[in-house]
């Protein structure tokens, strides 16, 4: 069920350059459950900024009632959201959305996970699911540059772990597309969150295999009300089917929406 | 409760509280959070003769207190909305507002007939001030003889008493006003959104795909009270007031101003409960001020 | 700072950013905290036939992002605007853009011919859309024939370029716009305030002694940004820019939007610094997005 | 010098109902010269609220490079306020205005301070600097409610202290121009800040005596620029001739402004 709480940070870390690691506790954790989940985070009590920021999932502690979040200070909310220190509250709506499917996959195939940028969160714990449910898995994570880069460590722990930068500063130089071709990586089911242009190349190469994306859109509601945030349906003879993107997805399986 | 009780033509509230249209859905997210009875009334989002998709994405925008939005009145269609929402409403104690939108009168008039004979629909509201659809519809807005022209067209036809949703971009709210009325308007709904637009720093161009948006938010709560404290104080029809409401001061402001029940648009995407807190909060509020009715204070600040 | 130069009819500015009338006064407070010459303009508070004291107070009110002023015009009269205020401003090195109001033609006519004599008046504003001023005023920003016949006859008298003020009270700011062109003005400025109003809400009155007061301030900048936007691409005459400026990025935004200059108003109170800092600021901005000199920004929205 | 500077909150605690006690440093410190001058401050980075708050200046501490306020917390941009910590930053504008004459009085001779409610906070300097210079002082203030008494102590340390209740609960029941008359107080120069019906009271009984007033108007600038918080003043044949409450006050004589 989706919940409104106002929830204590416990751990607040930049983790590399602009990227910040927080970790939240509340009851509202117990709600949590697909990974690719999203909350919708209002970061001050004032009218600037008004709306609610909205940021992945990205490891769940139902045990400590913890979740945690990995996010880009850039804008203005973002920016607000990391001076945030311990013991402070953030107002959280949430879990929203619906995540990555699980339950696609069977026990002993091979999952490939791909994440670009600020997309790469939401993978570790689905990796961790996976893992825990006997899935082998792989990862592909691209970042722009050495600095840029996060999370390898925890994902090299639960499987194979190729990173990639444009510019070549660290791991292998190139797109992930590239990546998984130059390795030649074989696989059941992918599974990828990332800017759009990542997500369109996976559809083109790797759309007639299991594949879900996961979806960015500007958001209003977070909740399905306000019709912001819809996609075209990839099978629309009428033109006005639609998804939307924070209550239908933000995971689609490919050729779902139209990207 | 009897102190929030408010009577407006077709509509008995149990409070004067109720979201804005197109803030809110046909209600099905809200009603997973809480129990739609509570409300006083439901401004469900616009419905147009054939279904719409809307405008491309992005369709919204952040402005500071504010915020942009070119939806497009995407919806199912007047049909869809009838036999599937208005229906699925029905297991509600609430009375509906249906808002009706169009690019041409005959759509209108199609929609006002169909809707108002819904056993819930309580009221139309006639959209004639949305800012994000090209074809014609903002005339009906800013012009008061087709306005007026437009009013008593769906009059005719409706089983349910016509409230007019006024667009605040007009040079003069007030003669818009007058005109709706003497064209048979049951009462107003205002405002709606003024149009804005914002463009990124770093492409240059609008972040809107539809370029322009409608402004919405607490950043515009200062126009809607000066354009309701003018109209309510010209015309004899009921104000339903709306426009940067997120609190329960706000809405009392909106009711001093001249509203007779107030609308929440933008805030129920901030705080998804604010209507019932606010419903909720409002017999306190009210008492701590002095007033054993709200009633009481529509129109104090001119009475 | 050859790469912030911009060059407008009369006003050869060391660079685009000036404050906005009323927001600066004549200059004496803010010479106290930096060297105007700075500045790329001044717009002065306007100045009418005779002394005003203005409106009663409260003159302000704060509101979301925003606020409301009710000042009423009050200036010493210009003749002691000529003599004394702009006398004193001749010790910069910066050019005036001196903001002219009446309530009737002749009062403008006598006002800019007057003032237009002054050394360091490069140019005029014509105030033809202070909403607080209630004898007339507001007609000559609403109606583009009575404002296109008072651009005609300033024109006549005035001994450098008029720029007209645009009022965003309006439904078709292009209409505007257009016929003020065509009556042969060398410019405009605008967004001037939107009419807003707020009540207290122990009182119920309106907190402003005016009871409407202009809405300025950051919550006005979508509305300013839509209305430069589309004005820009209707007329051939420049554009100032204002409306909620506050940054060098919403200086950026405006030039984007079309305007080839940009004043600031409100953000003087909040940051008595915000021009020079801005200044400062922009050089450095421009660069990191690619600029190579300022002008390349202007109407790049639509461009 | 008007100056404008972060400075660091070096305290901040409740003194009273809705009364709080904030002290901040800073180089600032040093342009404070007359007692009865303010600062503006901004209480948040953000747009809302937007506007600067006046407050007064209460103690000044050039050594330390200290200035303490006393506000009362009720509006949005006064509520903040009260959440800063120690170490926090507060923006500050100042010092701004004209504060009270205190060469129109000699050493040896009597003032009386006359204050109500948040308009006693200035007078604490104003009775220190009195003090200092050999002028004998007495204090008469008013509050609403006994839980709203504030300062008593510091001001009994400098002279004779009358505190007034509204409502009877603490001190002398009534105005305090009741007070100043049941006790018979006489002095040579009067000073007063408080609410606008007790000065206009204060000028009707006492105006043909040296007394000097400060006012409060809602204010924009703050520093003389934009016109929001004129007066008219007492001797205006024309109507049009105007002191500004910020840069011409918020101090001035008894019959030199109109209340
Ligand atoms: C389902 C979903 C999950 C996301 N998960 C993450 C995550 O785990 N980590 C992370 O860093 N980012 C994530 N994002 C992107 C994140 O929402 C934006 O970066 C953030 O909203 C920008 O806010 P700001 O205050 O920095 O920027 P501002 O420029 O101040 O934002 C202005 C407005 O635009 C919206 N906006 C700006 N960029 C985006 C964007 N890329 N997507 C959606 N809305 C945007 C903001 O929400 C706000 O309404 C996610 C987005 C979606 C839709
Ligand atoms: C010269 C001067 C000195 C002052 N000294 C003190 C002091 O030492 N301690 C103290 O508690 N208060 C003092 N005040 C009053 C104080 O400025 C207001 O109480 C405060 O601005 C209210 O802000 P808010 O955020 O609580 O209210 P809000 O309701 O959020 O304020 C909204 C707007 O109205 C203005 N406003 C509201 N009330 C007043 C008021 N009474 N006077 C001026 N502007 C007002 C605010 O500044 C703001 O712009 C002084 C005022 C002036 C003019
Ligand atoms: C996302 C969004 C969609 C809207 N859709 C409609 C609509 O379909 N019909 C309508 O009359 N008004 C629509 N409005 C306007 C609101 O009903 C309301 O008049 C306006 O937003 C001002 O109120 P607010 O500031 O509380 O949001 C919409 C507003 C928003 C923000
Ligand atoms: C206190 C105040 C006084 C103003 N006085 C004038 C004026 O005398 N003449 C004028 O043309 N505009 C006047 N304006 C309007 C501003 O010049 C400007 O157009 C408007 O405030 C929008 O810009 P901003 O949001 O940056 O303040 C005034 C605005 C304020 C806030
Ligand atoms: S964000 Fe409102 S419907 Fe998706
Ligand atoms: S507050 Fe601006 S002149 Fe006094």
Known sequence: ?259 | MIMLQVNLPGLSLKNPIMPASGCFGFGREYSKLYDLSQLGSIMIKASTQEPRFGNPTPRVAETEAGMLNAIGLQNPGVEKVVSSELVWLEQYDVPIIANVAGSQIEDYVYVAEKISQSKNVHALELNISCPNVKTGGIAFGTIPEIAAQLTRAVKEVSDVPVYVKLSPNVANIVDMAKAIEQAGADGLTMINTLIGMRLDIKTGKPVIANKTGGLSGPAIKPVAIRMIYEVSQAVNIPIIGMGGVQTVDDVIEFLYAGASAVAVGTANFVNPFVCPEIINQLPGRLKELGFEHVTECIGRSWK
Do not use: W
């Open chain 1, 1 to 259: 069920m989706i919940k409104q709480e106002l929830m204590v940070v416990t751990k607040h870390e930049k983790i590399a350059e602009h990227i910040f690691q927080l970790t939240l506790q509340g009851e509202l954790v117990s709600e949590m459950g697909n990974p690719g989940q999203f909350v919708h985070l209002k970061v001050t009590e004032g009218s600037t900024p008004l709306l609610r920021r909205p940021i992945s999932i990205s490891e769940i502690n139902l045990e400590k009632k913890q979740f945690t979040m990995i996010y880009r200070a850039e804008g203005a909310g973002t920016q607000l959201l990391s001076k945030k220190k311990t013991e402070d509250v953030v107002d959280v709506l949430g879990p929203l959305g619906n995540g990555f499917p699980i339950d696609e996959i069977e026990k002993g195939q091979t999952a490939l996970l791909v994440g670009g940028g600020i997309g790469v969160p939401p993978l570790l714990e689905l990796s961790r699911q996976l893992v825990a449910k006997g899935v082998s898995v792989q990862h592909v994570l691209g970042f722009q540059s050495k600095s840029a880069v996060f999370l390898e460590e925890e994902f090299s722990m639960l499987g194979k772990t190729i990173i990639t930068t444009d510019d070549g500063t660290y791991g292998y130089q190139g797109f992930v597309t590239d990546a998984i071709k130059d390795h030649d990586i074989q696989f059941d089911t992918m599974f990828s969150c990332g800017p759009t242009p990542m997500l369109k190349a996976l559809e083109r190469l790797h759309g007639h295999k299991p594949l879900f994306l996961s979806l960015e859109e500007r958001m209003g509601c977070g909740i399905g009300a306000c019709f912001a945030c819809v996609c075209h349906t990839g099978d629309d003879p009428t033109g006005t089917s639609y998804k939307k993107v924070c209550s239908d997805g933000p995971v689609f399986k490919a050729g779902e929406v139209v990207l």
